[in-house]
């Protein structure tokens, strides 16, 4: 079956999938708010460091495994384990299928914010009503599954087409997207007179509050942000070409999340700071405090739909990513063909994200006081995830080290230099961060 496995059809390809996957919310609504918070340019080096340390090596190392076994998540940790490992990719899977269903919850609401630029949402946002437009938005129990189906039916329709004719055709136009999106943004924010304050809170280094909490913060982010742990990197490594070098495939991706990150701070702060608005994270950031400073802006529709594509587009592209670790296992373990496996998941992860469709305003749906969108997050981002990625470097680490060793440098042919240094960060470095982030993490 491997043999007619299908492949990238380009390295170029390849990368904007993978980049697509790790570009995200991840990177637009988190990274900016918490460099602010713990210090701007000095929390800048703390995850560069981390994302150059232990993030490339486990990414490394799920490429490895995936390439080398050319199958699914779970089908990769059977072929190259056996026993017990191939746990780790059904966490891979659980993941996948759970973070899909309320990621394309989300989605769904940038994909809406798209047209609302238009609608009423700058009139309500300049009359102050940003906030009541959106949850009352997001509590219209037909709208909020409505999207989301939308976005499942999108989702499915580019993975049902396959690995080069779906995921990569659609990623080479729509990352090039976000980035002339980004960057058009980026000049209409760093331009607004008084958008200095905003750089300066952003980039600022501030030593003092690089504290433990810190750098935990940037370890956890930088798995998050690079889709790490998930059975991803796993999945889209098992159609990457023997030719490859892994180790440069790698530096592209990271530094391309890294930069789509930081860039979008610089969308963020400075206009918030024009318009004397606090910038924030998360929902509450991007559907209503930026929509009050677009609001404020001339053209303001226009750059409100700008950045809800943008938004949107990554938003997706990470989706597909999630959804390919599924449609994955389906064929690889289930034996379905693409279209079954595509049409079968995706029903079955679209109702599961109905709940959380809901759980937010429109029906009480609750798991111990967390709404059932935050219930799910919280499981598969600070329970399976952690423990996920410490399983795949101990893996990689301490037992199936010479076959990472033959897969990365294809048999001795190429020379990796930095192999032990790799060899010890998956073996000690690595377990322990994501030891530390995890017992951080069981906050509920
Ligand atoms: N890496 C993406 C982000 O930063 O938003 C999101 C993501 C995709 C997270 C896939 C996890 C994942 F498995």
């Given amino acids: 079956m491997s043999e007619n496995r299908e492949q990238w059809g380009s390295k170029f390809g390849f990368i904007m999938a993978a980049a ?32 150059v340390i232990i993030g490339m090596s486990v990414m490394l190392a799920e490429f490895s495994i995936g390439r080398n076994a050319k199958l699914d998540a779970v089908g990769s940790f059977r072929k190259l384990g056996g026993g017990v490992w191939p746990i780790v990719g059904w966490m891979g899977f659980i993941c996948a299928f759970v973070i899909l269903s309320y990621y394309a919850v989300i989605a ?17 946002a300049e009359a102050g ?13 037909v709208q909020a599954v409505a999207y989301h189906i939308l976005v499942m039916v999108i989702v499915v329709g580019i993975v049902c087409k396959g690995i080069s004719g779906g995921i ?23 331009t607004l007179p008084g958008a200095g304050a905003g750089l300066e809170f952003y980039l600022k280094p501030d030593f003092s509050k690089l504290t433990g909490e810190a750098i935990l913060a940037a370890v956890g982010q930088g798995f998050f942000s690079l889709s790490l742990a998930m059975g991803i990197m796993v999945t889209y490594g098992s159609y990457i070409s023997k030719d490859e070098y892994l180790p440069g495939s790698v530096r592209y991706v990271v530094c391309l999340d890294t930069l789509v990150a930081f ?30 400073v677009f609001a404020k802006m001339p053209m303001g529709s226009l750059f409100s739909c700008a950045f809800f594509m943008l938004l949107f587009i990554a938003a997706l592209t990470s989706a597909i990513s999630l959804f ?23 029903v079955l992860i ?45 893996f990689v680490g ?7 060793k033959a897969e990365i440098t294809d048999n001795g042919k190429l020379v990796f230099p930095m192999y032990t240094i790799w060899l010890w960060i998956c073996r000690i470095v690595a377990p322990v961060a994501l030891a530390l982030i995890f017992v951080n993490g069981l906050k509920w």
Avoid at 380 to 391: D, K, Q, R, S
């Fill in 20 to 51: 697509g996957s790790a570009v995200g919310l991840g990177n637009i609504w988190r990274f900016p708010y918490i460099t602010g918070k713990y210090g701007g340019g000095a929390f800048v080096l703390v995850y560069l460091a981390v994302v």
């Fill in 108 to 124: 769904g609401w940038a994909f809406a914010y798209i047209f609302k630029s238009f609608g009423g949402l700058m009139a309500a």
């Fill in 129 to 141: 009503k940003a906030a009541d437009a959106f949850v009352g938005f997001i509590a219209n129990p």
């Fill in 168 to 190: 990569e055709k659609s990623c080479k136009v729509l990352m090039p997207a976000l980035f002339a999106i980004i960057l058009i943004l980026i000049v209409r924010s760093v």
């Fill in 263 to 292: 860039l979008s701070g610089l969308v963020i702060f400075p206009a918030a700071a024009a318009f004397g608005i606090e910038a924030g994270a998360g929902a509450g950031l991007t559907f209503i405090t930026l929509p009050a």
């Fill in 324 to 346: 390919e670790v599924t449609v994955a296992y389906g064929i690889d373990q289930l034996k379905m063909n693409r279209m079954k496996a595509s049409l079968v998941l995706g």
């Fill in 350 to 394: 679209a109702l599961l994200g109905i709940p959380s469709a809901l759980s937010q305003g429109a029906v009480p749906i609750n798991i111990a006081g967390k709404s059932f969108l935050d219930a799910a997050d919280f499981i598969t981002n600070n329970v399976i995830m952690p423990l996920g990625a410490i399983f795949i470097c101990i």
């Fill in 398 to 404: 301490w037992f199936w080290t010479d076959g990472a």
